[in-house]
């Protein structure tokens, strides 16, 4: 099992991931919901940022993931907010809606309550998409706490987007 990261380590991984913005000409949007806008935070806490980060949107309500970012009412009803399915709708909001040509999306259940049997606290699902390109996503089952659950959540969320980068 992998430790809790740190707030070293989230530095860390979101000054990777604006050198290579920076190093690719590429503007970042993100779409968040159990992470709080924590994704954000770590980038904007890196000064210039606003060269390479164009902002986001904490859609922690499904009003808001449908009014900002395009979720449908069919995947809410259908899926749920924590699902394959909104996240990718919520990614594909944030790239077209924020001019970004990069964007990342979380949705999950930070806990300690929420959770059910299919989806557990600990359930998060992230999605990737670069302009022009089919989105990407993937299911993480994190354990510990909330403020271990959104930490990982961060951590992966960041790590998906240098990958996209480095692809």
């Known amino acids: 099992m992998n430790p809790i990261p740190n707030d070293a380590a989230l530095r860390a991984a979101a000054e990777t991931v604006a050198g290579l913005l920076r190093d690719h000409g590429k503007i970042l949007a993100t779409a968040e919901s159990c992470t ?25 309500g499904n009003p808001l993931k449908q009014a900002l970012l395009g979720v449908t009412d069919a995947t809410l009803a259908q899926h749920g907010a924590v699902s394959r399915e909104c996240a990718l709708e ?29 989806k557990p606290v600990g359930t998060v699902w992230i999605a990737w998409q670069r ?16 403020d271990a659950v959104r930490r990982q959540a961060v951590a992966a969320a960041l790590d998906g987007v240098r990958k996209s980068l480095t692809v």
Do not use: C, N
């Open 90 to 118: 919520m990614v594909s909001g944030a790239l077209q809606r924020f001019g970004a040509s990069v964007a990342v999306a979380v949705t999950g259940i930070a806990g300690p309550s929420g959770g059910t049997p299919d």
């Open 36 to 60: 709080g806008g924590w994704i954000a935070k770590q980038l904007t806490d890196i000064t210039g940022s606003s060269d390479w980060f164009v902002g986001g949107a904490v859609t922690y």
């Open 131 to 146: 302009h022009g390109e089919a989105a990407r996503s993937g299911v993480f089952r994190f354990q510990g706490d909330r």
